[in-house]
């Protein structure tokens, strides 16, 4: 049984600098999220994919994120343009949604910790 | 729009000691409540969730959990208390496609 896998699961770049994190979610689970952590925060939800389409995003995925999920199946975050305050941890989930809310429950993986320089 | 509070910062407590650790949520909508655990450098990991039902919810390493509607609670509890419990707790309620999380609890247990 394989959970949701993140890489890198560091990255330490330079302010400017592109970055570009990936995210496997369980195998046939149609839904997939990204979420930000910043030190000691809860997660914040950033955007979620429902199979290939990207259905919501947050106000905090400026327009130097991009999130792209082309086959339904992995996922990638791409911060252009670095900065400091982008230091965070990265985390991803997924989940088997169905159409039913009250059965979805959201695996998380082991988060990708950026630090930007 | 809905928002989670955790009270509590960081609570101590000794090795077999029973704890608590405090969640409240408002919503305007029916909520679903979840606790993860996360611990260092680690994804969170689900401890439990109330969908519906028995007020009462059971999870995993001996931890439970009880939704309280009127007081828009959802206080997480364990009898007694291990060293490996030693973890950040968060609680989140999903009342549409995302979870809302709060500020977290770090659980220290001291020998």
């Known amino acids: 049984d394989t959970g949701v896998s993140q890489d890198p699961r560091h990255k330490i770049t330079k302010r400017g600098q592109n970055v570009t994190f990936r995210c496997d979610p369980i195998s046939e689970h149609n839904r997939l999220y990204w979420y930000r952590q910043t030190l000691g925060q809860g997660p914040e939800f950033l955007t979620y994919?429902?199979?290939?389409?990207?259905?919501?995003k947050s106000r905090l995925l400026s327009d130097r994120f991009s999130a792209e999920r082309p086959k339904g199946s992995f996922s990638t975050l791409e911060i252009q343009r670095t900065e400091q305050g982008d230091s965070a941890m990265y985390l991803c989930a997924s989940s088997p949604f169905n159409g039913d809310r009250l059965q979805e429950t959201q695996y998380f993986g082991p988060g990708t910790r950026l630090l930007v320089l | 729009a809905q928002s989670v509070t955790q009270l509590d910062s960081q609570v101590p407590v000794f090795e077999e000691a029973p704890v608590e650790l405090r969640c409240n949520y408002s919503?305007?909508?029916?909520?679903?409540l979840f606790w993860y655990v996360q611990y260092p450098n680690q994804g969170l990991q689900l401890l439990l969730k109330?969908?519906?039902?028995?007020?009462l919810v059971k999870g995993i390493n001996g931890f439970e959990a009880e939704f309280n509607k009127s007081q828009t609670s959802f206080h997480l509890r364990k009898p007694s208390v291990h060293i490996s419990d030693t973890a950040e707790y968060f609680c989140a309620v999903n009342a549409g496609n995302m979870l809302t999380f709060g500020g977290g609890t770090r659980l220290m247990v001291k020998p």
């Open positions: 919503s305007s909508v029916s909520v679903y």
């Open positions: 994919f429902q199979n290939e389409a990207q259905l919501e």
């Open positions: 109330y969908l519906s039902g028995s007020t």
